[in-house]
Protein backbone atom coordinates (compact mmCIF):
# COMPACT_ATOMS: atom_id res chain seq x y z
CA UNK A 1 0.00 0.00 0.00
CA UNK A 2 3.07 2.39 0.62
CA UNK A 3 3.93 2.37 -2.97
CA UNK A 4 0.55 3.50 -4.39
CA UNK A 5 -0.07 5.70 -1.60
CA UNK A 6 3.12 7.64 -1.88
CA UNK A 7 2.47 7.51 -6.12
CA UNK A 8 -1.52 9.03 -5.32
CA UNK A 9 0.50 11.74 -3.35
CA UNK A 10 2.77 12.46 -6.22
CA UNK A 11 -0.05 12.75 -8.45
CA UNK A 12 -1.74 15.07 -5.55
CA UNK A 13 -1.03 16.06 -2.54
CA UNK A 14 -4.01 18.05 -2.42
CA UNK A 15 -6.12 14.80 -1.84
CA UNK A 16 -7.48 13.95 1.44
CA UNK A 17 -7.14 11.07 3.96
CA UNK A 18 -10.71 9.85 2.90
CA UNK A 19 -10.30 10.35 -0.25
CA UNK A 20 -6.30 8.48 -0.43
CA UNK A 21 -8.26 5.98 1.99
CA UNK A 22 -11.14 5.36 -0.50
CA UNK A 23 -8.69 5.12 -3.86
CA UNK A 24 -6.58 2.59 -1.92
CA UNK A 25 -9.35 0.47 -0.31
CA UNK A 26 -8.19 0.73 3.32
CA UNK A 27 -9.76 2.93 6.82
CA UNK A 28 -8.76 6.62 6.31
CA UNK A 29 -6.88 6.52 9.92
CA UNK A 30 -4.33 3.50 8.10
CA UNK A 31 -3.90 6.09 5.70
CA UNK A 32 -3.09 8.85 8.53
CA UNK A 33 -0.83 6.51 10.13
CA UNK A 34 1.05 5.74 6.87
CA UNK A 35 1.38 9.14 5.92
CA UNK A 36 2.42 10.20 9.14
CA UNK A 37 5.20 6.58 9.21
CA UNK A 38 6.60 7.91 5.90
CA UNK A 39 6.98 11.53 6.68
CA UNK A 40 9.10 10.37 10.13
CA UNK A 41 11.03 7.91 8.11
CA UNK A 42 12.23 10.68 5.80
CA UNK A 43 10.57 8.94 2.67
CA UNK A 44 8.21 12.16 2.52
CA UNK A 45 9.82 15.49 2.12
CA UNK A 46 7.99 17.81 2.12
CA UNK A 47 5.08 19.02 -0.27
CA UNK A 48 4.88 21.24 -3.43
CA UNK A 49 2.57 22.95 -5.55
CA UNK A 50 3.52 22.45 -9.38
CA UNK A 51 3.72 26.40 -10.38
CA UNK A 52 3.67 27.86 -14.06
CA UNK A 53 6.00 30.15 -13.49
CA UNK A 54 5.03 32.20 -16.95
CA UNK A 55 1.90 32.86 -15.30
CA UNK A 56 2.93 33.11 -11.64
CA UNK A 57 6.16 35.03 -12.65
CA UNK A 58 6.57 36.04 -16.03
CA UNK A 59 10.32 37.67 -15.48
CA UNK A 60 11.84 34.17 -12.81
CA UNK A 61 14.43 32.91 -14.67
CA UNK A 62 15.33 29.34 -14.32
CA UNK A 63 18.80 27.63 -15.53
CA UNK A 64 20.23 24.16 -15.05
CA UNK A 65 24.08 24.42 -14.35
CA UNK A 66 26.14 21.50 -15.22
CA UNK A 67 29.19 21.45 -13.06
CA UNK A 68 32.52 19.25 -13.19
CA UNK A 69 34.30 18.92 -9.96
CA UNK A 70 36.59 17.22 -8.64
CA UNK A 71 35.53 14.81 -5.44
CA UNK A 72 37.36 15.24 -2.50
CA UNK A 73 39.15 12.52 -0.33
CA UNK A 74 37.25 10.55 1.80
CA UNK A 75 34.23 12.30 1.09
CA UNK A 76 33.47 12.21 -2.62
CA UNK A 77 31.42 14.72 -4.34
CA UNK A 78 29.12 15.30 -0.81
CA UNK A 79 30.86 18.35 0.49
CA UNK A 80 30.87 20.24 -2.68
CA UNK A 81 26.68 19.30 -2.56
CA UNK A 82 26.32 20.64 0.74
CA UNK A 83 28.26 23.64 0.30
CA UNK A 84 26.33 24.66 -2.97
CA UNK A 85 22.85 24.13 -1.96
CA UNK A 86 23.18 26.54 0.77
CA UNK A 87 22.34 29.24 -1.72
CA UNK A 88 18.79 30.36 -1.98
CA UNK A 89 19.06 30.52 -5.66
CA UNK A 90 19.25 26.88 -5.83
CA UNK A 91 16.79 24.54 -6.00
CA UNK A 92 18.01 21.28 -6.80
CA UNK A 93 21.10 19.48 -7.37
CA UNK A 94 22.09 16.20 -7.89
CA UNK A 95 24.98 14.04 -8.73
CA UNK A 96 24.94 12.53 -11.96
CA UNK A 97 26.28 10.11 -14.62
CA UNK A 98 28.32 11.29 -17.66
CA UNK A 99 30.02 14.17 -18.88
CA UNK A 100 29.69 16.03 -15.90
CA UNK A 101 29.07 15.40 -11.82
CA UNK A 102 26.69 17.54 -10.60
CA UNK A 103 23.47 19.18 -11.83
CA UNK A 104 22.31 22.67 -10.65
CA UNK A 105 18.78 23.86 -11.14
CA UNK A 106 18.71 27.53 -10.03
CA UNK A 107 15.98 30.60 -10.66
CA UNK A 108 16.87 34.18 -10.35
CA UNK A 109 15.15 37.62 -11.03
CA UNK A 110 16.90 37.53 -14.61
CA UNK A 111 19.91 36.28 -16.67
CA UNK A 112 22.27 38.77 -15.17
CA UNK A 113 21.53 37.41 -11.41
CA UNK A 114 21.88 34.03 -12.91
CA UNK A 115 25.00 34.52 -14.36
CA UNK A 116 26.23 36.77 -11.58
CA UNK A 117 25.96 33.49 -9.49
CA UNK A 118 27.71 31.42 -11.35
CA UNK A 119 30.33 33.42 -11.93
CA UNK A 120 30.79 34.51 -8.36
CA UNK A 121 29.39 31.84 -6.30
CA UNK A 122 29.91 28.25 -8.02
CA UNK A 123 32.85 29.05 -10.75
CA UNK A 124 35.28 29.89 -7.75
CA UNK A 125 34.36 27.12 -4.91
CA UNK A 126 37.06 24.77 -4.45
CA UNK A 127 37.28 21.57 -6.91
CA UNK A 128 35.13 22.89 -9.47
CA UNK A 129 36.94 22.27 -12.40
CA UNK A 130 34.19 23.70 -15.22
CA UNK A 131 30.39 25.07 -15.59
CA UNK A 132 27.89 24.92 -18.33
CA UNK A 133 24.77 26.83 -17.79
CA UNK A 134 21.66 26.43 -20.21
CA UNK A 135 18.43 28.56 -19.62
CA UNK A 136 14.86 27.22 -19.21
CA UNK A 137 13.11 28.79 -22.50
CA UNK A 138 9.67 27.03 -21.40
CA UNK A 139 8.86 23.79 -19.58
CA UNK A 140 6.25 21.62 -20.84
CA UNK A 141 5.91 18.97 -18.37
CA UNK A 142 7.21 18.67 -14.37
CA UNK A 143 6.51 15.80 -12.83
CA UNK A 144 4.05 14.44 -14.88
CA UNK A 145 1.82 17.18 -14.96
CA UNK A 146 1.48 19.48 -18.41
CA UNK A 147 2.37 23.25 -17.70
CA UNK A 148 2.69 24.32 -21.13
CA UNK A 149 -0.23 22.69 -24.28
CA UNK A 150 -2.89 20.65 -23.91
CA UNK A 151 -3.64 16.86 -23.16
CA UNK A 152 -4.95 15.53 -26.24
CA UNK A 153 -7.69 13.17 -24.44
CA UNK A 154 -8.02 10.36 -27.13
CA UNK A 155 -10.68 9.05 -25.61
CA UNK A 156 -13.87 9.24 -27.40
CA UNK A 157 -11.97 9.13 -31.02
CA UNK A 158 -13.54 6.06 -32.71
CA UNK A 159 -11.64 4.82 -36.24
CA UNK A 160 -13.36 1.91 -37.31
Keep these: MKEQLIQLLQQNARLSNGEL ?4 GVKEVEVAKTI ?6 GVIKGYS ?10 DMVTAVIELRVTPQRDCGYEEIAHTIMQYD ?5 SLMAGAYDLSVTVKGKNVKEISMFVSQCLAPLAGVLSTATYFVLKKYKEK ?3 IEGEEKDERGYYFP
Design 49 to 58: AIVNDELANA
Design 144 to 146: GIV
Design 36 to 41: KELENE
Design 89 to 93: EVESI
Design 21 to 24: AVML
